[in-house]
């Protein structure tokens, strides 16, 4: 008499083993060598996969990405304004590594290359031709953040950037803090352009710094942490802005107020679709600074 089949269940992915465990998400057997551990029962690899698949990566507080921990956008940031004064000293020579003016060269006339970008209303430069933002040379509120008058200059913004920006971007995320560092920025660029005289030129990543500072500030009163030690720093900043020649106080103060509104943006905003909602945040501001070059640029025009 010839033995009868077995019925017992096989692996659906080794059907010549038989098995008496099952997924506990799909219901399919699985052998000893298919099933992974679950929090309940066990759970074949497909299964596993999905799940990894449809597993949200980790995000900050402030629904950033945790890749901020890196600090690769505050790397980009020192790495850029390091190359851009290389080029300037190369342009301009020691000059522009030793500066001049005041402040033991902190402020220096510049190079061609700060000429070039730095931010400025509107003014005949040597080559006997107006130049200026005024004139359609918008490019000059966003290189102005990338140009300094001197070696001291940089170096000073740089180590601001270096201790700031790592905590902002670990907390916020790469792209969140991108956007805050860019407004702040911009921010205080067209605060200069709009409210120094049209021939006065300024540069400088100062104008991001100063909002950055803020936002480390409004990041911890948003987290409930002590911020106690950054204000010194604002306080002895700001008495520098008053007191020192040649440094531009709407730039300062226009960074830190762009500053502290994009960060109000960031992490004053609570789920559902709180990226939606920063978004629309950042975007307005952004709008609000446009807007006040433009009426700036017709008055000039005008």
């Given amino acids: 008499m010839s033995e009868a089949p077995s019925t017992a269940p096989v692996c659906y992915r080794h059907p010549t083993r038989e098995t008496l465990i099952t997924c506990s998400r799909c219901g ?17 690899p497909d299964c596993v996969n999905e799940g990894r698949r449809s597993q949200r990566p980790a995000r900050t507080a402030f629904g950033g ?7 690769y956008v505050t790397t980009a940031i020192i790495v850029i304004n390091s190359l851009v004064m290389l080029a300037s000293a190369v342009i301009g020579g020691p000059r522009a590594l030793a500066g001049s003016g005041s402040w033991f060269g902190l402020l220096g006339s510049g190079t061609g290359l700060t000429d070039w970008g730095e931010v400025l209303g509107v003014a005949y430069y040597p080559d006997g031709e107006l130049h200026g933002i005024a004139t359609g040379e918008w490019y000059r509120l966003v290189t102005g953040m990338f140009l300094h008058y001197g070696l001291l200059h940089l ?27 860019l407004l702040a920025g911009l921010g205080g660029n067209v605060a200069a352009y709009v409210f120094q005289a049209p021939n006065q030129p300024s540069a400088g990543a100062s104008t991001a710094t100063f909002g950055l500072v803020i936002a480390v500030i409004v990041v911890n009163r948003r987290m409930m942490r002590d911020s106690s030690q950054l204000v010194p720093l604002l306080v002895v900043n700001l008495i520098f802005t008053f007191t020192i020649p040649g440094i531009s106080i709407a730039g300062h103060l226009g960074g830190l107020v762009a500053g502290a509104a994009a960060s109000v943006a960031l992490v004053y905003v609570n789920r559902p679709n709180r990226g939606l909602k920063q978004a629309i945040g950042c975007t307005l501001i952004l709008l609000a600074i446009v807007a006040a070059a433009v009426y700036r640029t017709q008055g000039l025009l005008g």
């Avoid at 699985?30 to 309940?40: E, K, L, Q």
């Avoid at 945790?66 to 600090?71: F, M």
């Avoid at 790592?166 to 991108?178: K, N, S, V």
């Fill in 155 to 181: 170096l000073l913004n740089m180590l601001l950037v270096a201790q700031l920006g790592r905590y902002l971007e670990a907390q916020l995320g790469p792209l969140r803090f991108a956007a805050l560092y």
């Fill in 65 to 71: 990405s945790r890749a901020g921990h890196l600090g």
């Fill in 28 to 44: 399919r057997p699985i052998c000893t060598s298919c099933m992974n551990d679950a929090s309940v029962g066990h759970q074949c």
